[in-house]
Structures are given as structure tokens and as C-alpha cells.
């Protein structure tokens, strides 16, 4: 059974920072793309970031470009977001997801989500 | 950035009866969308994917089509465990989200 645990999640002051992780199991997690997506309070869905299958390629959308660093550890079966320089737009639950198969796009998988409240 | 409108905001309703969820890109996105449900307290779900393609154990009663600039969802015959908040996804330039429609069932 295909399974993605998040941890990591926490309340952490504006300007801090805070690191989350992604458990995989019951899959090879070195077949897939992995992906972290957001969702603050009440609010709507958003792609934050993801990493290739062997870690050499990183994509991240532009409001946590240069503050937040995706990275995995395929040995591990686990991924990992650091996010520096918090602030309150990031305040959210935070989950990791995959895809249907490798070669079939559309997050079929995802985790139960960690909390990350920024406030001080 | 690829913009994703859904309408209507919201979907009110009766059991049996045809929704119909619109989504529509700000540019062509070929077949690269999918659909979400998401229930409250709950991770999504991955409904359909590349527009019309149903993911596993998902009923029949879904159905997704569109290509191009202009995507639907459909529910051919409401039941009451549809009711949630429904998000369209492109995956043609980076990964955006519509800002959802929310589907109550009276």
C-alpha cells in the first residue's frame, strides 16, 4: 500500500525556519517525481515545489524561489522541504504527493498534511 | 503564469441531478488538466487526469472533458458524499490550481 507520511510541521516565528519531511512507503519512491503542495486557511490548493526522480532537477513557484530548497533521499525512500526566512503567507498545511504512476501525470497520492503556522 | 477560472463558485444541488464544473486556462494547455475533490479535513483526491481520464476506483459517475483552453467536469447523478470543494489543475507550464467550486448537495 502506497503511503506518504509528512512531519515536520510546527508554529515558528517570521524569519525562522523549519524543515519537512515526506515518508514514503510501499513504492519505490526513486520512480517518481515527488511534489509538495500547500494550502493556507480556508484558502484554495498550491503547487509549492517538486524534484525529479533523482534529485538533479528542482522547480518551485516564485513566492518561496530562493527561500525554500526541495530535496530526497532515494536510499531513504524520503524527501525533505527546508523553508528559510518564514513568513505568515507561508502559514499552511503543507503536503507531499505523487503521481498516478511514473509515467502517468495527476497526484493520485497524497500525504496527510503537517501544519506550518508562522506567527509570532 | 497559466491562470485557471472555475466556475461557478459555487454549486448548490439536488440528489440525481447533473453538475456540471467549468474550468478554463488563460492559454492552451493541451489535454494537461486534472480534477480534485477535496473534502474537509481531508487531502485531495485525484478525480480525473489529461482531461479525461478517470484515476482508479473513481465511479463512472465522473466524467471529465475539454482540450485546448476549456475543461468540464461533470457528475452525471449527484449523491449526497459528492458534496465538497472541486479543483481543476494544469500541468502544461509548472503546476497551477483553479480557485475551486464548492458543490452542495441540498
Known amino acids: 500500500e502506497v503511503q506518504l507520511v509528512e512531519s515536520g510541521g510546527g508554529l515558528v516565528q517570521p524569519g525562522g525556519s523549519l524543515r519537512l519531511s515526506c515518508a514514503a512507503s510501499?513504492?519505490?519512491?526513486?520512480?517518481?517525481?515527488m511534489y509538495w503542495v500547500r494550502q493556507a486557511p480556508g484558502k484554495g490548493l498550491e503547487w509549492v515545489a517538486n524534484?525529479?526522480?533523482?534529485?538533479?532537477?528542482?522547480y518551485y513557484v516564485g513566492s518561496v524561489r530562493g527561500r525554500f530548497s526541495i530535496s530526497r533521499d532515494n536510499a531513504k525512500n524520503s524527501m525533505s522541504l527546508q523553508m528559510n526566512s518564514l513568513r505568515a503567507e507561508d502559514t499552511a498545511v503543507y503536503y507531499c504527493?505523487?503521481?498516478?504512476?511514473?509515467?502517468?501525470?495527476?497526484?493520485?497520492?497524497w500525504g496527510q498534511g503537517t501544519l506550518v503556522t508562522v506567527s509570532s | 503564469e497559466i491562470v485557471l477560472t472555475q466556475s461557478p463558485a459555487t454549486l448548490s444541488l439536488s440528489p440525481g441531478e447533473r453538475a456540471t464544473l467549468s474550468c478554463r486556462a488563460s492559454?492552451?494547455?493541451?489535454?494537461?488538466l486534472a480534477w480534485y475533490q477535496q473534502k474537509p479535513g481531508q487531502a485531495p483526491r485525484l478525480l480525473i487526469y489529461d482531461a479525461s481520464s478517470r484515476a482508479a476506483g473513481i465511479p463512472a459517475r465522473f466524467s471529465g472533458s475539454g482540450s485546448g483552453t476549456d475543461f468540464s467536469l461533470t457528475i452525471s447523478s449527484l449523491e449526497f458524499g459528492d458534496s465538497a470543494v472541486y479543483y481543476c489543475q494544469q500541468r502544461s507550464s509548472a503546476w497551477t490550481f483553479g480557485q475551486g467550486t464548492k458543490v452542495q448537495i441540498k
Open positions: 504527493a505523487r503521481d498516478l504512476s511514473p509515467t502517468l501525470r495527476g497526484w493520485a497520492y
Open positions: 510501499g513504492f519505490t519512491s526513486s520512480d517518481y517525481w
Open positions: 524534484i525529479n526522480r533523482d534529485g538533479s532537477d528542482k
Open positions: 492559454q492552451s494547455i493541451n489535454s494537461y
